[in-house]
Every structure is written in structure tokens, then in C-alpha cells.
């Protein structure tokens, strides 16, 4: 018998490895772990079966290309995101040794980002720019397009991070308002409004609002950017999201979309009866934090005043009742004499059924104390638990490498705060586990029944 010749040793050897490269694979995609999801950006992996329905390459136009399957495009469309300093899945799984390696490099070395003028001449060429930024300019799925959503989100500083959150999000098919508070750099506004240009879909809003923590201001800044998306895109999104530039998505977009359509109507909002401050209603104030003397009476139309976050998860119906309705326009007007009226306009109207707003909560006042609040997770100082794997700044946690295995695991929709500049390893591992879950997303399965058996979306009115 010959021996083999070189070239069949070697073909031979090759076969063995694309076998077990695609056992890895496989084995890969049902290890369904979202602090690995398999997914490096060094790896080639073969993606499992994809929903029929789902598929629509025509979403991607001049990308798609005849032969290719779906996840062969996805997988070409979504950037792929590999940090090469450090391990995120060892830093998700809360490995000690990667996270004092982590934390010693980053002691060691000086991190330098993005100024706000860079920014802005870096998106003057939008064409480069939106390509070397690797933003997804698919809707991918035609359930995706066809349930488009509106985001607001207030900005002041940092436009490399607002930058990040926007590329995260970006779909072609939603909508984005940016307010620029009044007192944010020139550098910064310039940045802003350049980076915007370069999208159909984004756009500053023309008003900016000299925004001040816990005055009414903050209600108003978060009005022009609703009342913005609803007159531009009139009857042309699902939702509304509103959102700060220091947070960054904890759901792909594909998850948000098929999470807001098992809400059916739903909105999400806080609200409690038993953590409020009768003073904030009962006492009038100017709007800026100071008590004019006088007594404020009762709401109108026997509202109930709630206390809940600004940030909200609203149908188009509820926005169109907050900018439209006679009812909400007087109740706007008695919120602004009160204290923190961004904490009660909004889940006001969204927890008086006998409103009939569209979403809202029909439940029993004391429910509202258990009702499950998906919007964002954030933690406050003061909480029970107050653990924060990062830092506190002004009695809000400021999520660190220490809290990224708490992180992937949250069924809320955003987290709520990030500094790029602090410990700057946790942004990049959010941005490598984002964008692996979106592009291996597809072809694992995403269970809504968790957000369907929410209280809210039990009770709720449409």
C-alpha cells in the first residue's frame, strides 16, 4: 500500500478541521448565554435556522446579494466588535483575575477620546464617517420595519458618547431627536448638529432649553423632542422612547421591537402613590425650586397626582393625548407650579384611568408599588440593596466593570448611567456584547412571555 501523498495529508487534515469548526459552531449557538454568546468578533460562525417570516433581504438593498442566506448578510451588515485588551466575556462571566487585569491597565494607562471639535470634523465627510463608524443602515427584518420607533434624547456634553449610544440604536427606519441643553458648548452643538446631518432620520431639535436638575425645565426639554418627532413624523412610529446621552441599550433593536409588540398597547412608566411627597403637590412653587407662599389647589378633572421617572415607554395614542388633549394641556399647566414636575406629568396621566389615556394603567392603586418598571434600570443610593459596581455621583450609580454580569442578565430595556471616561472598559464590553447579540440574535430564540404577564400590559387601556 502507498503511503500518502503531502497533498493528501494535508487535505485530509483540512477536512478535520472544518469538521470540528463546525461542531464549534454548533455547539456555539445553543450555548445561549448572553455574556458570551459565542460571540468575538475573530469567530465564523455557522448561525442555526432563521425564521422564515422574519427574512427581508430586500431591507438591505445593494448589500444583499443573490446565494447569500440571511445570516450571511446580517453577519456582513452588523459591524463586528472585538475588544483586544481585555477579555469582556471573562469580565461578563465576573472573572476576578480579567477584571484586576482590566482594572491594573487601566490604572496604567491613559485613555484619550474624541473632543467635541474632532467629532465635528470627523463627520463632516458623512459618507466616511458613517462607514468607518460602522453604523447599520439595514431595518433587517421586515418586523422591524414596519414597527419603526421615536427616540428623544437630551444631550449636553461629550458628543463621542452620545455618538455611541446613537450608532447602538440607529436603524433606518426609527426616528431620533436630539435636545442640546442651552448651556452646552458651541464645540459641542457644532458636533451635534454635523453628526445629525448625516442621517435623514436624526435631527436636532430647534429649541434648547437651559435644563436644570429637578426645575421644571427638565419637563420642558423633554416635551420638545416629543412634540418634535410627533409633528415631523405624524402617524409614522409605534413608540416613543425618551433617553439621555449617557446610557446605552441592554436590547437589541430586534428585541425592543418584538418586547413593544408584546406590550400591545402598553405604555411603561413608574408611578407610586405611597413614595410621593404631598408637598410637592399641595404647596406651589415657581418652577425653580423655590415655594411662592401659596397653597395650590387639587388637580383638574380629580387627577391623582403619581410620583414616577421621566423616563417613559409610550404608544404614539399617549403622546398624541399629552400634545393634544385639552385635558392634558390644563393638567400641564397646574404640574408646573409643582415641585419636580417631571416626575408627575407624564405618570400622572398614565396612571388616572378614568383619563381613558391611550396605555394606561388600570390596575389598583397599590399595585403600583410592585408594578415592574422596564424601561430603565438604574440604582439609586438610597435603594435597599444599594450595590453599584462602579461609583456613585449625585445618589446615582455609575456602572462600572465590577457591575457588567449584573448588567447582561437585566430584563429592562436601557441602563442608566455610563461616563466613558470612567473605567472605560465597561462601555467598550457593552458595545461588544450589543452588537454580538444583534448580529447572533437572529438566529436565537428571544421568549416575550416574561413582558406579555406584566401588570401593565394585563391592565391597560386602548
Not at 189 to 202: E, G, I
Request: hydrophobic residues 40%.
Amino acid at each position: 500500500m502507498h503511503k500518502p501523498t503531502l497533498v493528501r495529508r494535508l487535505l485530509l487534515v483540512f477536512t478535520c478541521l472544518i469538521f470540528i469548526a463546525l461542531n464549534l459552531a454548533v455547539v456555539c449557538v445553543f450555548r445561549s448565554s448572553p455574556s458570551n454568546l459565542c460571540g468575538t468578533a475573530q469567530e465564523n460562525l455557522t448561525h442555526g435556522s432563521f425564521d422564515v417570516e422574519n427574512r427581508h433581504p430586500a431591507d438591505l438593498g445593494d448589500v444583499a446579494v443573490v446565494g447569500q442566506s440571511f445570516n450571511e448578510i446580517v453577519d456582513s451588515v452588523v459591524p463586528r466588535v472585538k475588544i483586544s485588551d481585555v477579555d469582556c466575556k471573562l469580565l461578563f462571566e465576573g472573572d476576578l483575575d480579567e477584571l484586576h487585569y482590566a482594572e491594573e491597565i487601566m490604572t496604567q494607562t491613559q485613555r484619550h477620546f474624541l473632543s467635541d471639535e474632532r467629532m465635528f470634523l470627523k463627520s463632516k465627510n458623512c459618507t466616511k464617517f458613517v462607514k468607518e463608524r460602522q453604523y447599520i443602515l439595514s431595518s433587517l427584518t421586515k418586523e422591524e420595519e414596519e414597527f419603526p420607533l421615536a427616540f428623544s434624547i437630551m444631550v449636553y456634553k461629550n458628543a463621542e458618547q452620545v455618538e455611541r449610544l446613537l450608532r447602538a440604536i440607529y436603524r433606518p427606519q426609527n426616528f431620533y431627536c436630539f435636545h442640546v441643553d442651552n448651556k452646552s458648548s458651541p464645540a459641542f452643538l457644532n458636533a451635534m448638529t454635523s453628526l445629525s446631518s448625516c442621517f435623514d432620520n436624526v435631527f436636532v431639535a430647534n429649541t434648547h432649553v437651559n435644563v436644570v436638575w429637578a426645575e421644571v425645565t427638565v419637563l420642558d426639554a423633554e416635551l420638545v423632542c416629543m412634540e418634535e418627532l410627533f409633528k415631523r413624523y405624524y402617524k409614522k412610529w409605534k413608540y416613543f422612547i425618551n433617553l439621555t446621552g449617557q446610557e446605552f441599550p441592554l436590547k437589541t433593536n430586534m428585541e425592543l421591537v418584538k418586547i413593544l409588540k408584546a406590550y400591545g398597547g402598553a405604555n411603561d412608566m413608574e408611578g407610586t402613590l405611597k413614595r410621593r411627597n404631598m408637598d410637592r403637590f399641595t404647596k406651589e412653587w415657581d418652577g425653580h425650586l423655590h415655594l411662592t407662599g401659596q397653597t395650590l389647589p387639587p388637580a383638574p378633572f380629580g387627577i391623582v397626582p403619581t410620583k414616577g421617572a421621566v423616563h417613559i415607554t409610550a404608544t404614539w395614542g399617549f403622546v398624541n393625548f399629552t400634545l393634544t388633549d385639552p385635558i392634558a394641556k390644563e393638567f400641564l399647566k397646574w404640574t408646573r407650579k409643582t415641585h419636580r414636575a417631571c416626575e408627575t406629568f407624564f405618570t400622572s396621566l398614565n396612571h388616572n384611568p378614568h383619563l381613558m389615556v391611550p396605555g394606561s394603567f388600570t390596575g389598583s392603586a397599590e399595585a403600583l408599588e410592585t408594578k415592574p418598571f422596564m424601561t430603565r434600570y438604574k440604582i439609586w443610593v438610597d435603594e435597599s440593596i444599594p450595590f453599584c459596581g462602579g461609583k456613585f455621583v449625585r445618589a446615582i450609580c455609575i456602572f462600572g466593570l465590577e457591575h457588567l454580569p449584573r448588567l447582561f442578565v437585566r430584563n429592562e430595556l436601557f441602563a442608566n448611567k455610563f461616563h466613558q471616561e470612567f473605567q472605560p472598559y465597561t462601555l467598550d464590553c457593552m458595545e461588544e456584547w450589543h452588537y454580538n447579540k444583534t448580529r447572533l440574535g437572529y438566529s436565537l430564540p428571544f421568549n416575550t412571555q416574561h413582558y406579555r404577564s406584566l401588570p401593565f400590559v394585563k391592565d391597560k387601556i386602548i
